[in-house]
């Protein structure tokens, strides 16, 4: 036997072969609880504050990792633990898949998806310790940016492309578009009428009727009250019918008795009254004698019944003409088996300086939600799958990467002394506070970046479509975040963080002014809005990179590793916390208010900066001699 026969077998494997499928594969779960569950729940109709409050809690599972770290130490080998864990999170993506169609959907959904949380930040773990066991040093340091990379193709897959996909599912598993033609004119009647429906005889084939084929409106403008009453028959008649949810405070979903509480009657009573009397926008006081754009009002009627408990869901967006033209209401109507043999309205405004001739129309696109949703998990599911069997082959095998059981005793006394000295600091206080308010603000934005562009115009959002939210906010945001983390690691390497802590503040807080714009604007130009989004994304990215190196500046010293994952569990806290109330908040208040107040927060978050000391010369690069 040779001295170079077998040993060097398991190391000639290229990192390139696992790296880039390891942090990708640690990425996606991450996403799909922190943003992917997001949408996807408010695309199911449920509320900002339900979604705000239950997906923050799953934050908890990267909080407290740190506290069942030295078990994946203790028990079987790194390999094991990523091989295995990537198992259980293909089977949880899988079991979210077959628990959408249920009636009770978004329990039973949550309770798996708690399940992805804490096996991917089990994940977390045993990667990050087997890059360490499976990398000398110098390959570390190489790897350290393609590791980062692929993470952040793994959010930009997530936040974009699986959004793309289930927005391509939601339109193609559905009935034909339909085209909904509006014509403006000054010869029109003034005249507002219910379009008159035509009951078709059954041909067996389900599709949207439009009455009528060609909607005309008056250029000739009329009384506001007249625009009032019109709009109030129209929504009212819609959400009697069950096309459109009313826009009311959730109550007893279950059917539960309304019973009170010391935090009910003491403090979430009392607060609520408080914002809604000082800062829940309030509408103008306009005479009923204004003249405003006239109107006119289009009917939408199913062919054919839904199977029971199935629901077809219609999304009506411009698509080209002239923006003077306007859907006022009924961009997104829902036909089941109790309201299909009823028309359901849409209500067109022109604009009231409009005295010309013109045109617009509209694409109505409808789908199956719940079946593109759980497509959309079914693929997860089997990606999990195959990257567990590829792990399993191609994961090299660490001579260091053994099971130590027989040192448990000593690894857990060491461990709380890890976790003593952490805490022990002189300037502990500091520490806690940085990590958990210098996000404050982005913590409660990123919760409601999303919903505030899916929501209606009326409802104060963007009303942009899923699709639309994949491309903008999860494909060029999340490249613009990438860009302003390289250049922020590129800054701190050149005059040090010390130098670049402050303007890394502000970029991180004062770009949601960005946000604060949209709120007010409304912008309807999608350039305009993906601007925004990426300024905001790109200075969160370059703030971020302080956040970064500070944790990285008080993990120095003997026990690093577990000193950095005490950090990064104050700094999932710092995230799960803010966002748990940020739909209540907005919901009260309004998404202008609420976009002012994420601007105030960067108060408290530049509190602590005051404090913190820095060593000049930490994060400069160091030069060969």
């Not at 990257?387 to 191609?394: G, K, M, V, W």
């Not at 448990?408 to 022990?424: H, R, V």
């Not at 690691?489 to 040090?496: D, E, H, L, P, R």
Request: aromatic share 14%; glycine share 8%; proline share 5%.
């Amino acid at each position: 036997m040779t001295k170079n026969e077998k040993p060097t077998a398991p190391k000639q494997r290229s990192p390139w072969a696992w790296i880039p499928t390891l942090y990708f594969a640690e990425g996606i779960p991450y996403v799909v609880a922190m943003t992917v569950a997001v949408i996807m729940f408010k695309r199911f109709g449920i509320s900002n504050t339900d979604i705000a409050l239950y997906t923050s809690w799953l934050y908890l599972p990267w909080v407290i990792k740190p506290l069942w770290s030295p078990i994946v130490d203790l028990l079987k080998t790194k390999r094991w633990w990523i091989i295995f864990m990537q198992l259980v999170i293909g089977a949880s993506l899988g079991a979210v898949a077959l628990s959408i169609p249920l009636p009770g959907f978004f329990k039973i959904s949550l309770i798996f998806l708690w399940l992805l949380a804490f096996s991917s930040a089990t994940h977390d773990i045993a990667a990050d310790g087997f890059y360490m066991l499976g990398l000398d040093e110098h390959q570390q340091a190489y790897f350290v940016g393609i590791r980062s990379t692929f993470y952040r193709i793994a959010m930009i897959t997530g936040q974009g492309l699986l959004i793309i996909l289930a927005g391509f599912f939601e339109v193609s598993t559905g009935l034909p578009p339909i085209e909904i033609n509006v014509s403006a004119n000054p010869t029109y009647t003034k005249e507002i009428q219910l379009p008159e429906v035509t009951q078709s005889a059954s041909t067996g084939q389900t599709f949207f009727a439009v009455f009528p084929q060609q909607a005309e409106i008056s250029t000739q403008n009329i009384p506001s009250s007249k625009l009032d009453s019109i709009r109030k028959v129209v929504t009212q008649y819609n959400q009697d019918n069950k096309f459109e949810a009313h826009q009311v405070e959730n109550q007893v979903k279950s059917g539960a008795k309304n019973e009170s509480s010391w935090w009910s009657d003491y403090i979430s009573t009392p607060l609520k009254n408080f914002l809604k009397d000082h800062f829940q926008a309030k509408a103008k006081s306009v005479s009923g004698n204004t003249l405003v754009g006239n109107v006119t009002v289009v009917a939408i009627k199913l062919s054919e019944k839904p199977k029971e408990n199935k629901e077809m869901v219609l999304n009506v967006k411009f698509r080209n003409g002239d923006n003077s033209i306007r859907l006022l209401e009924g961009e997104r109507l829902t036909f089941n088996s109790g309201n299909q043999d009823k028309p359901a309205y849409l209500l067109f405004q022109c604009d009231p300086k409009l005295t010309r001739s013109t045109q617009a129309s509209f694409k109505g696109t409808s789908g199956n939600i719940h079946l593109a949703w759980s497509i959309t998990f079914v693929i997860l599911a089997v990606m999990f799958v195959i990257f567990s069997f590829y792990h399993r082959f191609i994961l090299p095998h660490p001579k260091s990467d053994q099971q130590v059981i027989s040192q448990g005793e000593n690894l857990f006394s060491e461990f709380f002394k890890t976790f003593g000295s952490f805490f022990k600091r002189k300037d502990i206080g500091v520490i806690i506070a940085f990590l958990m308010l210098y996000r404050v603000g982005e913590a409660q934005l990123i919760k409601m970046a999303s919903p505030f562009m899916l929501d209606p115009r009326n409802l104060g959002g963007l009303g942009l479509t899923t699709g639309d939210v994949g491309l903008l906010y999860g494909t060029f945001g999340i490249l613009a975040l990438t860009a302003g983390g390289i250049l922020g690691g590129i800054a701190a390497s050149t005059k040090g963080f010390r130098y670049w802590l402050w303007w890394m503040v502000l970029a991180i807080n004062v770009p949601h002014l960005a946000y604060v714009y949209m709120s007010f604007a409304q912008p309807e130009n999608q350039l305009i809005i993906g601007l925004c989004v990426v300024l905001e994304q790109f200075s969160y990215g370059f703030g971020f990179t302080a956040y970064m190196l500070y944790m990285i500046y008080i993990s120095e010293g003997k026990n690093k590793t577990a000193h950095f994952a005490i950090a990064t569990g104050f700094m999932a806290l710092g995230m799960m916390l803010p966002g748990m109330f940020s739909g209540w908040l907005q919901e009260i208040i309004g998404y202008p208010n609420f976009f002012v107040w994420v601007m105030l927060c960067m108060i408290p978050g530049m509190i602590p900066v005051f404090f913190i000391n820095v060593k000049p010369e930490f994060g400069i690069k160091k030069k060969e001699e």
